[in-house]
């Protein structure tokens, strides 16, 4: 029986209308004759923050009343997107905006365009922050997200002759209406400088830090409005400024641009994101981005504790529990220890007690690429106290590691925070299983290879620390805002309370199987391949006909996620066409969507190949329409929300082992589409929620992969063994698809070749090909294909982020909802 649980509005359409007004004069100073979409969308949004700050204002006032223990989601990234739909669902106020805006004589989805991405993230990760502070909120929890306001987020991608170019991202150049500036919070954060070794009484060692130079951190808040809009939580960005505004004596000396040098250096820490996706990024600046967000934030969380509590640290752990999201802000752990030890004059055992109460951290990925070092050299110069803070805990552990392998010094070296060598490295991922009290994965195989193969002894010092939570989405994103055909559908099949409960989508099982729900079903999924195509046709001036599958590959560009997998499969479909003109294939059109690190030159050839290969094949008649490719330019959440809805097929194809969760494949999947993919990260939950029948797994398992290696792999016997394959690569390093330009595609040739094929692409290729093509066979069984879209999205409530939370709430935050009352 169909449930009712829609978010009641809290103002009606004639309200609505009328604050929309109100802000377009006395906020914009402009009126309905001469507003354009910018301003109606900038209207709307400042009418709806008015809900959304109240609802902010009830809930800071009751958890402060309520002396609420709250989690502190550390993050270098938070990717956003857009806020405006979001807000508005979550108030139940879509509809009411929708009808206001429309009598108003304008079209919601127009202005709905107009908001830019909040991009201050590169993929998964950050992604993955955005969902859990939407939990967070949905789920009444005390909790504040931490991190950068960087002026320009991920950079904007075009595609200029088939390669991509990176342009600035100005997501804020207009002024956005969500954040709030607290100039009243600002914190200071010193960098550089010296350490100076003091004799306080009793001989105590007294060390004090005398900063090299000092900058301020001014806070941005943006409001976090949960389901139903009870609870507003808050994500606060710092912001870099000088400390010292302006240096007037050296400017009235005539020195106009020396004396901006101090603002312009503080405020270069928050001015970019570093684009860097799964590498890791070794620059001076990073690590202060990470210090800085870092202080600011432990500082603010100490302000409001002392507000409370006063001097007395011995609640501390039981208020406060802070999330590391990855390493990136490891380096919180010693500025805690140095804020207790030098600062609140706490005995090192006391601190060490407090900081390992607190922190707990997340690992994201086992690529030894991505996990971080950063020369000793360079913190000592940066935050030399922190440096002998990290000495110490070090010198600490070791003795606990002598303790339990006595005198096991390969044990020593292997587990320490510092890596001895040429350049003496410290280790943040050690430095964070040390300094917290539960560290997890982010997917069940993750997790596993986590205990086994990254951190196996720290396993056996810390029994129990290690753990899993497998990743989620949030399902008001991800399917309510973003398929409004399939979210109605839902709605009428079982009702409207599964936003916040996915687990009633089971309930749409039943119906997988009836031939009229299915018709439903695929209707709406036709719907959205139409809403994609018109995309595909004003950004790339491409036809695609929508009864083709929609074949969707959609994650940052890395080489082990394979999109040269795809590509090579393509090719031989081509070639198959080519020599066979009657080669049996349901027409397709394969969709990317992927940004590569400006610096990662192969991820930028493997872009420019996509698009070389895709100019011919659209363009040659000879393939009548069965295939075409559509790269669509800067992939980012808001193309994301278009492209999910449409897709009929996922891919997922990883080297198995190297993918540690994904989050796209959750989305995919949970709006119909069928993954073909590997048995790696979450794919192999999905697998497991699914059931055979409705997924295609193909390819090498991580076992099979790890013998592959040991046994030694040579991707030439897959090269000579197989023509197809051969005949594919060589294509590559031929002018047929960069006319004028042979070799133009070859790096991609070399790097499977004489590059040793890291990421095994042709051990897999032949069961990719075969799995595609039972893919191919399983569509043309309307019905079957409709069956098993509709198992996907009823048998994805595992991957709700609302599930992820509450397993960390259960497994390492223990926190408790707040209500909010009114
Ligand atoms: O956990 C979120 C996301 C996973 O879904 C991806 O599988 C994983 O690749 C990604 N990891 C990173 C690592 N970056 N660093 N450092 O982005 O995390």
Redesign the pocket.
């Known amino acids: 029986k169909a449930t009712k649980t829609q978010p009641s509005p809290v103002i009606d359409k004639a309200a609505f209308k009328s604050a929309v007004i109100k802000h377009l004069h006395c906020t914009l100073g402009t009126d309905e004759n001469k507003a354009n979409n910018h301003a109606w969308w900038k209207a709307t949004c400042a009418a709806i923050q008015e809900q959304v700050l109240e609802g902010l204002r009830k809930t800071q006032k009751t958890h402060y009343l309520n002396d609420t223990r709250a989690v502190h989601y550390f993050s270098a990234e938070f990717l956003m997107g857009r806020l405006l739909s979001n807000n508005l669902q979550n108030f139940g106020l879509f509809d009411v905006a929708s009808g206001a805006l429309k009598e108003l004589g304008v079209e919601i989805s127009d202005i709905l365009e107009e908001e830019p991405d909040m991009a201050l993230g590169?993929?998964?990760?950050?992604?993955?922050a955005a969902c859990f502070i939407d939990s967070l909120a949905t789920m009444e929890l005390p909790a504040i997200g931490y991190g950068i306001h960087y002026e320009h987020g991920l950079f904007r991608q075009e595609i200029k002759s088939g390669a991509q170019i990176e342009r600035p991202d100005s997501w804020r150049d207009y002024g956005n209406p969500w954040e709030i500036c607290r100039p009243e919070s600002t914190q200071e954060v010193s960098l550089y400088g010296y350490v100076e070794t003091k004799y306080g009484e009793n001989g105590r060692v007294l060390k004090e830090w005398h900063p090299g130079s000092i900058v301020k951190g001014v806070p941005w808040d943006i409001p976090v409005v949960g389901y139903e809009g009870k609870t507003v939580n808050v994500l606060r960005l710092w912001q870099s400024e000088a400390s010292g505004y302006f240096n007037w004596d050296v400017f009235n000396a005539g020195g106009y641009v020396d004396a901006q040098r101090e603002n312009v250096q503080a405020e270069t820490i928050s001015k970019v994101l570093y684009p860097n996706?799964?590498t890791?990024a070794g620059k001076e600046l990073r690590l202060i981005q990470q210090y800085f967000f870092c202080s600011c934030s432990l500082k603010d969380i100490i302000r409001r504790y002392k507000r409370a509590h006063g001097d007395d640290w011995s609640r501390f752990a039981d208020q406060v529990v802070i999330q590391l999201n990855?390493?990136?802000p490891a380096i919180s752990v010693p500025e805690l220890m140095r804020i207790l030890v030098d600062r609140a004059e706490l005995g090192w055992d006391e601190a060490w007690g407090i900081c390992t109460k607190v922190f707990a951290y997340?690992n994201?990925?086992l690529?030894p690429e991505?996990?971080?070092k950063w020369p000793a050299r360079m913190i000592e110069k940066i935050l030399p106290r922190h440096l002998e803070i990290i000495y110490e805990i070090n010198h600490r552990f070791m003795a606990e590691v002598d303790k339990k392998w006595p005198g096991d010094n390969a044990m020593k070296e292997k587990l320490s925070i510092i890596e001895e060598g040429n350049e003496k490295m410290v280790r943040m991922g050690h430095l964070s299983v040390i300094g917290s009290f539960a560290v997890n994965g982010?997917?069940e195989m993750?997790s596993r290879l986590v205990k086994s193969s990254l951190f196996p002894e720290f396993d056996e010092l810390y029994p129990g620390k290690l753990t899993n939570v497998t990743?989620g989405i949030t399902p008001r994103r991800w399917l309510k805002a973003c398929n409004p055909g399939l979210s109605k559908l839902i709605d009428k099949k079982i009702g409207d309370d599964w936003p916040r409960d996915l687990d009633k989508l089971q309930g749409l099982a039943k119906f997988a199987s009836n031939k009229t729900f299915q018709k439903q079903f695929m209707k709406v999924k036709l719907e959205n391949k139409e809403l994609l195509a018109d995309e595909i046709r004003k950004s790339l001036d491409l036809e695609v006909d929508v009864n083709a599958i929609f074949d969707v590959q959609i994650k940052?560009l890395h080489e082990y996620k394979r999109q040269h997998l795809a590509l090579l499969h393509i090719m031989a479909l081509y070639r198959r066409i080519l020599e066979n003109p009657d080669y049996d294939m349901h027409p397709r059109v394969f969709v990317f969507g992927a940004k590569a690190a400006p610096g990662y030159k192969l991820a930028k050839d493997i872009i420019y190949a996509i698009n070389k290969v895709a100019d011919k094949i659209n363009n040659d008649p000879r393939v009548n329409n069965k295939i075409k490719i559509a790269f669509l330019p800067n992939y980012r959440v808001s193309l994301a929300e278009k492209m999910i809805p449409a897709a009929d097929v996922s891919e997922q194809i990883s080297t198995a082992g190297k993918?540690?969760?994904?989050?796209g494949n959750m989305k995919l999947a949970l709006n119909g589409a069928v993954t073909i993919g590997t048995l790696d990260?979450?794919n192999v939950e999905i697998a497991e929620e699914v059931g055979d029948d409705n997924i295609f797994i193909f390819g090498l398992t991580v076992e099979e992969v790890n013998e592959l290696k040991a046994k030694g792999y040579n991707p030439y016997d897959y090269y000579y063994k197989d023509p197809e394959i051969k005949a594919v690569l060589d294509w590559l390093e031929t002018d047929y698809f960069t006319p004028g330009k042979p070799g133009a595609l070859v790096s991609i040739k070399q790097s499977l070749l004489d590059n040793g094929d890291p990421y095994m692409v042709l051990a897999d290729f032949r069961a990719y090909s075969d799995a595609q093509i039972a893919v191919d066979a399983a569509y043309r069984d309307k019905e079957r294909w409709a069956e098993m879209a509709i198992i996907n999205t009823a048998k994805m409530g595992k991957f709700t982020s609302d599930r992820s939370i509450r397993d960390y709430v259960e497994r390492v935050w223990k926190l408790s909802p707040c209500k909010i009352e009114g």
Request: hydrophobic share 30%; aromatic share 0%; net charge negative.
């Open positions: 590169n993929g998964g990760l950050g992604r993955l996706d799964e890791e990855d390493t990136h997340t994201h990925t690529l991505a996990l971080e982010v997917a993750h990743n940052r993918e540690a969760s994904g989050t990260g979450a």
